[in-house]
């Protein structure tokens, strides 16, 4: 055999082994390994599938605090003082709501009267028709005594978009 010739062989050797190390190393669990185990994973066994959020317990309301919704942003009408809006004052509460929409240099828009525990304002009349910007949403909290008595209240900084 000359020498060209046992290259050849060398080569096609070589291939051949390299490739069976290669089969056999990639079978060698299905060949060799365990049959397939099940998973031991500890997996909660009080866990349900997920079906959306449900109502969880919040503690007892503290009626010595008050809730007041917040926005970040209101949508209004371009050209009218006539709006649209969703201003209440939470039924949870115990005391009433005054709420104003009022311009950065004091300027009162809209304020409200009185609201009571579960009630909005659906529809406010402006004192003018607006331009896009930010805006404060104030609300004033009195006592529901006769005297109504100021209570701590909240400014809002909020930006209206005031759309065609």
């Keep these: 055999m000359n020498k060209t010739t046992k290259t050849i062989l060398l080569i096609v050797l070589a291939v051949i082994l390299v490739g069976g190390g290669v089969f056999v190393g990639m079978n060698w669990n299905q060949w060799f390994g365990k049959e397939d185990a099940p998973v031991t994973a500890d997996l909660d066994e009080n866990a349900e599938d997920y079906t959306g959020d449900r109502e969880v317990y919040q503690g007892e309301k503290n009626t010595d605090t008050i809730d007041i919704p917040g926005f970040e ?8 003082t006539e709006q649209s809006v ?3 004052n939470p039924e949870q509460n115990t005391c009433y709501f005054k709420m104003s929409l009022i311009l950065a240099d004091g300027t009162v828009l809209w304020e409200s009267d ?3 525990l579960g009630k909005a304002i659906y529809d406010l009349t402006l004192t003018e028709a607006l331009d ?5 949403l104030k609300y004033e909290c009195f006592a529901m ?4 008595t100021p209570l701590n209240g909240s400014e809002i900084k909020l930006t209206l978009h005031v759309l065609e």
Aim: glycine share 8%; no cysteine.
């Design 86 to 88: 969703n201003l209440y």
């Design 145 to 148: 005594d006769e005297a109504q």
């Design 73 to 80: 942003a209101l949508n209004m009408k371009a050209g009218t």
């Design 132 to 136: 896009a910007g930010e805006y404060a």
């Design 114 to 116: 009185l609201v009571a």
